[in-house]
């Protein structure tokens, strides 16, 4: 599976952030395929933002789940994640990624990874 991260690149404090995650080479609603955000803010390590799986439930971590929403659009077999209230500790690379495993997802150790998009939250 091929993942394909897009988005704005910068993003003004306080505003809505918006990503998408293009899927290639399998469905997004495969039976036990969970899909994963996670970002690397410059000089620290990588942080799990959430999931959806392939029945469509969600979970987010708990630092970050009253600002964030992962869904998803079948049709277009296509990620999405949408942060609110954003603000300078938000820049960092985003990642979409992919595994069967949910034990992977959770120790952010997916199989298959997009290339990352950047994100910057400045005035």
């Known amino acids: 599976v091929q993942l394909q991260e897009s988005g704005p690149g910068l993003v003004k404090p306080s505003q809505t952030l918006s990503l998408t995650c293009t899927v290639s080479?399998?469905?997004?609603?495969?039976?036990?395929?969970?899909w994963s955000w996670i970002r690397q803010p410059p000089g620290k390590g990588l942080e799990w933002i959430g999931y959806?799986?392939?029945?469509?439930?969600?979970y987010y971590s708990p630092s970050l789940k009253s600002r964030t929403t992962i869904s998803r659009d079948n049709a277009k077999n296509t990620l999405y994640l949408q942060m609110n209230s954003l603000n300078v500790e938000d820049t960092a690379v985003y990642y979409c990624?992919?595994?069967?495993?949910?034990?992977?997802?959770?120790?952010?150790?997916?199989?298959?990874w997009g290339q990352g998009t950047q994100v910057t939250v400045s005035s």
């Open positions: 080479g399998g469905s997004i609603t495969t039976n036990y395929y969970y």
């Open positions: 990624a992919a595994d069967q495993s949910l034990h992977s997802i959770v120790v952010v150790s997916p199989a298959s």
């Open positions: 959806i799986a392939y029945s469509g439930s969600t």
